[in-house]
């Protein structure tokens, strides 16, 4: 990845002493004016060069640029510049840098932008020299792009802003660590060096990146418009667009060089993810196929205030490499009582469909796969155990009206399920004692984290001061080795 030369005896001073001048020799008795500090940091915005397009600090992480933030415009050849406070300057190495790029802006290879899009430059989650340059392209784009999508799929509670960043040492190894994955699985994608992805490749007269750019700012042009006709349909979510191309959803669904639109919003309680194959042609904002739609809606449940129940229900859709598709779901019932934390989770069996337009009507009735979740802290570490059960264990039998939770709220009884799942043995150090079609257990301390399996194994994945990762296996939780 990009190499960012520290400096950590200048940042210092500057957060510690502020590095103002001492006292004046005529006048020794009189404090010094105080004079604001500033740190210039400056780059380039790549397509060709664009001039006219603003270039922001998204301090608070929300993706949205906002009236505290600072921001530029790029002039010829690309060239931004900022003078930023010591507070500013802060968050430089925390925060992402965008860049708003207006119709009207001249690309210099292209002519005037007839498109408005988005580009942006990942944060470097280490101290940076103001003289390092920071370039701006569709390949720094793609790299914060993957960890955006990816990272608020998976967790969309966190917020990655500048002093989330600097205060949490294991969010900042987490996203260093995804940063790290994302950009060598591009480097492999892409056939491209890191150093490529962050280089000025006009300057350097990369033809290949300039090509590779030039296909992923189509796809940045796409993403933005259908980004703001989404954002129209739901004013109050939080919605992220991505349009690209991919060999990898080529071989799997039998398409050649096609282009493909992952789609995820967060609107209240109802989330939807979404990747589909768009139609072929100038027009990407029309819907070929979909391949993978997840709907899920979130909601209060019963009338228990006691133990603050939650109910969430999904169904997906998935398309199978030969056109036809299949239809599956979950609803998972979640409580907390003394301190722990439980979940009882339904799973529906999978269903053939013709053109997944009847996944919709999917119901929580029939089900094939049960789950009991328990998760605590003790000492400061954290806790989890997961059983699962199907039709050949009996505990499967156990809570048969318990299906379609939120048509049934109202004859269940929250508290004869959170009594009974209290009396089973689910610490970490307790045998199961339950049959179950597996079970898998995890403790969480400080950057170490241990999965125990049923079937007789463990992994252990620690985090390193790098963000990196380190796993090894073993057999019998003491002895660990290398990962077959």
């Known amino acids: 990845m990009h190499t960012f030369k520290l400096s950590l005896a200048a940042l210092s001073c500057s957060l510690l002493f502020g590095c103002g001048g001492g006292s004046s020799p005529s006048s020794q008795n009189e404090p010094d004016p105080i004079v604001p500090q500033t740190t210039t940091y400056s780059g380039k915005v790549i397509d060709g060069y664009v001039s006219g397009a603003t270039v922001w600090l998204d301090i608070n992480g929300n993706g949205e640029q906002d009236d505290n933030e600072p921001s530029t415009v790029s002039k010829e050849a690309g060239d931004y510049a900022f003078e930023f406070t010591d507070q500013q300057a802060r968050c430089v190495p925390y925060a992402t840098m965008y860049v708003s790029v207006p119709v009207g802006a001249i690309d210099e290879d292209l002519g005037e932008v007839t498109e408005a899009y988005e580009m942006s430059f990942p944060p470097a989650l280490a101290p940076i020299e103001d003289k390092t340059l920071l370039n701006i392209s569709p390949l720094t784009s793609v790299i914060w792009e993957q960890i955006n999508t990816k990272y608020k799929t998976q967790d969309k509670a966190k917020i990655l802003s500048c002093d989330a960043l600097i205060s949490d040492a294991n969010l900042r190894n987490e996203i260093s660590d995804e940063i790290k994955t994302v950009t060598n699985e591009l480097v492999q994608f892409y056939n491209l060096s890191a150093e490529q992805m962050y280089a000025d490749f006009i300057k350097n007269d990369d033809s290949k990146a300039y090509a590779l750019a030039q296909s992923i700012v189509t796809g940045l042009k796409s993403a933005y418009e259908q980004r703001t006709a989404l954002q129209q349909k739901h004013p109050n979510a939080e919605v992220r667009v991505r349009v690209y191309q991919s060999d990898k959803h080529d071989a799997e669904y039998k398409f050649d060089k096609a282009w493909y639109r992952d789609i995820v919003i967060y609107d209240d309680g109802q989330d939807i993810i979404e990747t589909v194959k768009l139609k072929d042609g100038d027009n990407l904002n029309q819907v070929g196929a979909v391949l993978t739609h997840l709907q899920a809606s979130d909601s209060a449940w019963g009338n228990n205030t006691q133990y603050s129940p939650s109910l969430r229900q999904r169904i997906d859709t998935y398309r199978n490499p030969q056109g036809s598709y299949y239809c599956t779901g979950n609803e998972r019932l979640m409580f907390t009582k003394d301190g722990v934390k439980y979940e009882f989770v339904n799973s529906v069996p999978y269903r053939d469909s013709a053109d997944g337009t009847d996944c919709a009507s999917t119901t929580f009735n029939d089900i094939f796969e049960r789950q009991y979740s328990f998760s605590y802290q003790e000492s ?54 339950l049959t179950t079609n597996y079970w898998r257990k995890r403790h969480e301390s400080g950057t170490t984290q241990i999965d125990q399996y049923s079937n007789g194994t463990w992994k252990k994945t620690v985090t390193n001061n790098d963000g990196t990762r380190t796993e090894t296996c073993s057999t019998d939780g003491v002895t660990y080795g290398a990962c077959s």
């Open 380 to 433: 400061g570490d954290t806790f989890s155990t997961e059983l699962f059960f199907r039709d050949s264990e009996v505990e499967f039998e156990k809570f048969t009206q318990w299906v379609d939770l939120k048509a049934n709220a109202a004859t269940l009884e929250l508290t004869q399920l959170a009594d009974y799942l209290s009396t089973i043995d689910y610490k970490y150090d307790d045998a199961v004692s």
